[in-house]
Structures are given as structure tokens and as C-alpha cells.
């Protein structure tokens, strides 16, 4: 069974950064595109960036897009999300979530994914 556990959410000031974790056990992670989702209370879960195996492909939300950076190492089963510049806006809850290799990654932020995270929180103060 897949677990994926993110780590690195917290409380930082508008501007700052954070850099969240996902970490995958119980199967090949490189055999999984990933993703990183959000969600604020009463609102629908989004897309924010995806990558594939390779990192070949990295698109993003454009809500995000030139500061934050989505990255994995498939050495260490672990993917990043790495982020700058930090809006109020962009507290949420985040997931990260792991699709199939097959899948395209055109349809990631449509599609539910195989697995998902338990989530972390993310709070910017202004």
C-alpha cells in the first residue's frame, strides 16, 4: 500500500519561504508522477504544480507560477515544493498526491490521483 507523508508546512510572514516534503513508501516512486494540490476551507481542492518522473514536464498553476519550484529525488522517494515569495493568499492546506506514469500529465489537475497525502498546513500572516 502507498503512503505518501508531507512535512515542512508552518506559519511564515508574507515574502518568506517554505519548502514542503512528500515522502513515498510502499511502492516505486519513480514510477508515479506527482503533484502538490491545495485546499482552503469550503473551497475545492487545486492544482498547483506537477512533475513527471523525469521532471521532464513541471506545469503549474499560474497563481504560482516564477515562485514557487516543484522538485523531486527519486533516489530518496521524496518529492519537493519549494516556496518563495509567499502570499496570504497561498495559506491553504497541501497535498501532494501521486498518479500512475501513464497518466498524462495534461490531465493531472482534472483527475483524481491514485494516492494521496494526509496534508500540511500552510499559513502566511501579512
Known amino acids: 500500500q502507498v503512503q505518501l507523508v508531507e512535512s515542512g508546512g508552518g506559519l511564515v510572514q508574507a515574502g518568506g519561504s517554505l519548502r514542503l516534503s512528500c515522502a513515498m513508501s510502499g511502492r516505486t516512486f519513480s514510477r508515479y508522477a506527482m503533484a502538490w494540490f491545495r485546499q482552503a476551507p469550503g473551497k475545492e481542492r487545486e492544482f498547483v504544480a506537477a512533475?513527471?518522473?523525469?521532471?521532464?514536464?513541471?506545469p503549474y498553476a499560474d497563481s504560482v507560477k516564477g515562485r514557487f519550484t516543484i522538485s523531486r529525488d527519486n533516489a530518496k522517494n521524496t518529492m519537493y515544493l519549494q516556496m518563495n515569495s509567499l502570499k496570504p493568499e497561498d495559506s491553504d492546506v497541501y497535498y501532494c498526491?501521486?498518479?500512475?506514469?501513464?497518466?498524462?500529465?495534461?490531465?493531472?489537475?482534472?483527475?483524481?490521483?491514485?494516492?494521496w497525502g494526509q496534508g500540511t498546513q500552510v499559513t502566511v500572516s501579512s
Open positions: 498526491a501521486a498518479y500512475q506514469a501513464y497518466t498524462s500529465i495534461q490531465n493531472i489537475p482534472y483527475q483524481k490521483p491514485d494516492y
Open positions: 512533475a513527471t518522473w523525469s521532471e521532464g514536464i513541471t
